[in-house]
């Protein structure tokens, strides 16, 4: 299957990086565009319960925008084209629609793992956004070892 139009889901968490590393891997195709985008959702991100180091509260949409930039691979030689982009709302609707407006063969995310009552209380992003997406979605996992480093290895 040849992808043209990935939309990658950033919270700058691992499993995100991880993500966007997959959607790299994916499209080695010189005509392919990543759409690398961030979702800030205003009701969770004040909500101290719900706080966590890779909410977007904390940045200003310009520094977000310069984070995701950082992400992408100097050599850009094998590095397909890449747009950034800052959406505000429920990050599994907000990604459903913007693959549908954008026309994308599939959308890749990370996945928290998230358990108990943090996610009965925010539902699982990623399960949201598997019923209400335009296309297929691959929902990453972080692998064990990167986990116990805190998602830094490379």
Do not use: W
Not at 31 to 56: G, K, M, N, Q, R
Not at 89 to 113: M, N, Q, R, Y
Not at 137 to 150: I, R, T
Request: aromatic share 6%; glycine share 8%; charged share 25%.
């Amino acid at each position: 299957m040849k992808f043209r139009r990935i939309v990658c889901g950033m919270d700058f968490s691992g499993s995100s990086v991880q993500a966007f590393k997959t959607a790299l891997n994916l499209s080695r195709e010189d005509e392919c565009i990543i759409y690398l985008v961030h979702v800030i959702d205003h009701l969770l991100a004040h909500e101290p319960v719900f706080a966590s180091s890779t909410d977007s509260i904390d940045y200003t949409p310009q520094q977000i925008l310069e984070r995701m930039r950082g992400l992408v691979p100097q050599d850009r030689k094998n590095v397909p084209q890449i747009e950034t982009a800052i959406l505000h709302g429920s990050a599994a609707s907000a990604l459903s629609d913007f693959a549908k407006e954008k026309g994308a063969d599939v959308i890749v995310v990370g996945t928290h793992g998230r358990a108990g009552l943090s996610r009965t209380f925010l539902g699982s992003t990623s399960a949201g956004l598997v019923r209400k997406a335009p296309c297929p979605v691959l929902v990453v996992k972080m692998k064990p070892e990167e986990a116990e480093k805190g998602g830094t290895s490379k």
